[in-house]
């Protein structure tokens, strides 16, 4: 049973624009979202041990429309999904993101429910995942520490998820919960808005940074977090794929906070070149004899005038970027006041 402690759903800090009285209708009037309505789509690759189980759970709960989307496994997931009821495609390329971007090319639903084929997500989940998308939210992300069970992950993937959780909210400025959460649900018109190029576990850590950057609006649910069955083997690996993972939200940053990922580099450049420099000072000033580090001392002023100039083109970088998000928000207004004009219907304000 589930007993975490319900969380409020998460908003954007960044203002949105209201949406439309006759959407605002429809989010109030739809309660829910027909499974018939959606696609579960399964990224695998040798989940012979679990398939099974995941699409069987999905199915019970009313989810006749599973996509299996398998990357070349060799132990017999892609037969296990098919006879329990799931639509198979092989994909073209390698990696978990590959998968999904190519899954999308075969789903005509407007909603998309993402989970792995571990068995680590449960699908009685399902419901409180979609809740969201029905009140007009476009993207959701399932919070695996608002309940996760015990032996669900290790001491270490548990410090590399708080810590890249951490960073992304230090880097984008928004706390969604648990960026690398596999279960996710989301519109396809909103899927279509993402710039998503990452082919491994780094998907997740990409659809979380798009998010943020073009104000999709995301909701943050508590759901359950299961250890693995015995007998299954992950394909994550802590080391490698957490390093990709960093990577790729610090080089999103390049674009969505131009003054952290200049200023860090500037910053710690700087640090080092001043560290240099003390020591140069100290050996030429103080030490008896006097010791001379002209090698140093020509290291030590290149770092601090590299660093200096990264945090200038950091600042740079980050006004240019403010003054195009408040030319984009203008085009954004213009474009929803010319229907109203056409129509000739105005509100008080705008009369």
Known sequence: ??????????????????MDPVETVVAAEATSISPNEVCVLVPTYDEAETIGGVVAG????????????????????????RDHGAHVVVQSGEGKGQAVREAMAHVDLEYVLMVDGDGTYRPE??????EPLAEGYEHVIGDRFADMETGAMTRLNKVGNGFTNRAFSLIHGDDYGDILSGYRAFTRESFERLNLTADGFGIETQMAVECA????????????????????????????????????????????????YFGSVGLASTL??????????????????????EVLAVVSAAAVLFGVQLLMFGVLSDMILSLHREQVDRLEKI?????????????????
Do not use: C
Not at 63 to 79: H, I, K, P, Q
């Open 213 to 260: 950057k073009h104000d999709v609006r995301t909701a943050v649910v508590p759901i359950t977090y299961r250890p693995r069955p015995d007998g299954s083997d992950t394909n994550l690996h802590p080391i490698r794929d957490g390093g990709i993972i960093f990577l790729e939200l610090y080089r999103r940053a390049k674009t969505n906070n131009p003054l952290f």
């Open 335 to 351: 474009e929803a006041r010319q229907p109203a004009e056409r129509s000739g219907t105005f509100s008080d304000d705008e009369r």
């Open 1 to 18: 049973m589930f007993h975490a402690v319900q969380k409020p759903f998460y908003r954007r800090r960044v203002q949105l624009p209201p």
């Open 125 to 130: 989940d399902a419901t409180r995942m979609l």
């Open 272 to 293: 080092v070149g001043l560290v240099l420099a003390g020591y140069v000072g100290y050996e030429w000033f103080v030490r008896v004899p006097r010791v001379s580090h």
């Open 58 to 81: 999905f199915r019970r709960e009313g989810f006749s429309n599973v996509l299996v989307v398998d990357g070349g496994s060799t132990d017999g997931t892609r037969d296990i999904a």
